[in-house]
């Protein structure tokens, strides 16, 4: 549910208010807005966006500046994000038809470029447009972008960002994410961790509140402090159950003639523990081991047709054609599957197969055919179960949370900032199986 906009701020959405006016009247390119799950950043996007220009305008006449005006564009990082920002801000920008969500991705125009020669993947850009003529309409105008979870920001995507929006198109960017999430796959910090700019925190909690909010602040703590202390389980929202009655728990929430996929999921840390729950859920539903026509998937890896079909890692997909193959030119066994109505593309019977050929292919510096699986297989999933990392910016009621798995990763910090996506997941209950190891007690 929106909260209305006539809501009161608290004194930290207050001090940020006044904090992004000082902003825009600044020299300043990049600000950050920072706060933890439930701490009203959408709302305050929500509220700058429909207030600013009346308030920035007397500011200016009171600070004797002249009035700038700004062509906004918001932006988040990954397209579930998109969707969730697209969703809040549906009132805005019903009033606002030149208004939209957009991933930062399409607006910078930028695109997935694997090299053939170096077996590196890099952003690369789709044409030499001139950012400058896309950013803005007018001569006077200053592109104001808003990048919502922010927190994935790559260091790669961070140059680009300075060099186009900042360099060329002279923006005003807002950055807004939760500094205690996980970083980008692959990096030890976020690069909003390292940018030198004015950064306002959000730390009052005004959503889901209780013990979800309690145990998951406990956990952001410990992120800042490095010291565990034990959950306080209740009989309610936050409960400990033994395996027996985690499996009897997953069974009935997936079972329910009702259940989608807002309702519940379970959450790990390992692909591998991740694939053991999905493929535990379909047997206990009677599906058959491999997925079926009419089946709703998601995406493991970036598919990006030549049909003009992409679609983002962790996006829902419907098989609407599946059809088994022998074997492929690798010996590989599969089915060729249509995605959508539109993509087609090839399915091995178990995806593994294809990362042995790709570690091969690697070692052997083969990065054509490398690529060729790369870009061309498909790694579909089932939709039960989910990577704590991918479920960051997705709510679900209930959320399944296997500890044992989580306590394998030996580096304190991850464990702490795992703990806290997974259980600010849950908008209802928190379901813990297993203990986390002594070393984090």
Known sequence: MKKPLNAVLTKDQECANNEFLDFLVSDDNFFIIQGAAGTGKSFLIRHLLETFYAKYSAYCLLLQKEVQTFNIKITATTNKAVNVVDDFLEDFLAKKSYLSVSTIYSLLGLKVTNDINTGKTTLSFNNKRSFRSEFTHGANEIPLVFIDEASFISEELQEIIQAVLVNDAKAK?????????????????????MLKCNK??????????????????????????GIFTPISYNNSNVIHVDGKNFQQMIEQSF????????????????????QEYNQHIRQ?????????TGEIVITNSFINGATHFSRSVDSEVMITKINPVTQNNYGIRGFMVELDGSHVGFMPEDFRDAKKWMKRLAAQKE??????????WLDLRAVYASSIHKSQGSTYDTVF?????????????????????????????????????????
């Open 255 to 274: 079972s329910d003639p009702n259940w989608n996929t807002s309702k519940s999921k379970v959450l790990a840390w390992t692909n591998e523990r991740v």
């Open 173 to 193: 960017v807002v950055f807004i994410g939760d500094k205690y999430q996980l970083a980008p796959v692959g990096q030890n910090f976020s690069a909003l961790d």
């Open 367 to 376: 990065w054509s055919k490398f690529f060729e699986i790369k870009e061309n």
């Open 401 to 441: 949370l296997d500890l044992s798995d989580i306590g394998t990763n030996w580096n304190a910090t991850d464990v702490a900032r795992l703990m806290y996506v997974g259980i600010t997941r849950a908008a209802k209950q928190v379901v813990c199986y297993g203990h986390l190891p002594d070393r984090y007690c």
């Open 284 to 292: 206990s539903l009677n599906k058959p081991e491999i997925f079926t």
């Open 200 to 225: 306002v925190s959000l730390n009052k909690i005004i959503r889901n509140s209780g013990d979800i909010v309690k145990i998951g602040t406990q956990f952001r703590d410990t992120v800042e402090t």
